[in-house]
């Protein structure tokens, strides 16, 4: 297969190299987010899951699979579940963050209503779990059903960390991992378990699924700051909700008198004024955190790469080496 190496994105390299399997995915996914007795379900989930967004998830469990040479169709299964379960978390997530935009559209929750987000989220975990059930593996089960307590588990704790200056890198890095790299992780990993891989490379997928969700959330915590448009939400939204996110913990550790009383009255007390954003980002640009913050991504995006050096050359490790430096490309 001839692949464009020089205007297509990685990403979109290996949509084209996998097109036939996304397809059946595209197909499976809409046939299970159908109700028969409530129309609003097919409606809600359609609006997210056809929004245009990039499919990485799914993509990734394809790809391991076949990385891994796999030659059956359960991978198909796992992959709409892997989407049926980050759709449902970002349906509750708007609701939690109050949240009126999604890749650049309306949020679920604005359009209908919060509870027919909460609902339908609850719906599309359920259709996730018939899914993965269908692949009579009891390892994938136990692999997705850690990850999505592993995701609710990182939501909670973001909400408990959300205004507290005393949030550390440590409880921050347990957050990512939580809320982003658990289904990347899962999405690599159980590619290889149902391809009946040796561990090791099923130990290596669940390393790069990792590393690369890990930066994948930083990256898009710097693009809060510095690009909204580039993830469809408007700029500064984080600080608007009072999220302690990596540049600005990194900031409030730096903090002097006058800066420390600043973010107590804009984070910790949520008193937030005109000109108070463009102060935040100045204070994250005199303290060098956005830049340090893409670097420790970098350092992510090595892990990533580094892990793939189990797998024999080929197109599809390429491809999935240059998804990671994506990963972080997409600051520029």
């Not at 269908?134 to 973001?158: H, Y």
């Not at 340090?292 to 390429?318: C, G, H, I, M, Y």
Request: hydrophobic share 45%.
């Amino acid at each position: 297969m001839s692949l464009d190496h020089t205007s297509a994105k990685p990403h979109e390299r290996i949509a084209t190299f996998l097109a036939p399997e996304l397809a059946a995915v595209n197909t499976l996914i809409r046939a299970r987010m159908a109700s028969e007795h409530a129309p609003r379900i097919p409606e809600v989930t359609a609006h997210l899951i056809e929004a245009g967004g990039k499919r990485i998830r799914p993509m990734l469990t394809l790809a391991a699979a076949r990385l891994c040479g796999y030659g059956g169709d359960h991978h198909i299964r796992l992959a709409a579940t892997v989407e049926f379960i980050h759709t449902a978390t970002l349906l509750h997530d708007d609701v939690v963050d109050e949240s009126g935009q999604r890749r650049g559209r309306p949020t679920a929750n604005l359009l209908w209503d919060n509870k027919s987000s909460v609902l339908v989220g609850d719906y599309l975990f359920a259709r996730s779990f018939q899914l993965m059930v269908e692949t009579g593996s009891l390892r994938v089960l136990d692999i997705l059903a850690n990850a999505s307590a592993t995701i609710a588990e990182g939501e909670v704790l973001q909400l408990t960390a959300a205004q507290d200056l005393g949030t550390s890198e440590e409880t921050y890095l347990k957050i990512v991992r939580g809320k982003t790299a658990a289904l990347f992780a899962a999405a690599t990993e159980v590619g290889g378990v149902i391809a009946a891989t040796h561990e090791d490379e099923i130990a290596a997928l669940r390393t790069y699924g990792d590393a690369l969700g890990i930066a994948f959330q930083m990256v898009d915590d710097l693009l809060d700051w510095t690009g909204g448009e580039a993830i469809g939400k408007n700029i500064g939204d984080d600080f608007r909700e009072r999220k302690l996110t990596l540049p600005v913990i990194r900031a409030v550790t730096h903090a002097d008198t006058g800066e420390w009383a600043f973010w107590v009255r804009t984070i910790g007390k949520g008193k937030q004024d005109e000109g108070d954003l463009e102060r935040a980002l100045g204070l994250l640009q005199t303290h060098g955190t956005l830049e340090s913050t893409r670097q420790t991504a970098l350092d992510w995006v090595v892990t990533a790469k580094n892990a793939l050096d189990v797998f024999p050359d080929s197109d599809l490790r390429e491809m999935l080496s240059d998804l990671a430096d994506y990963v972080v490309a997409r600051i520029v």
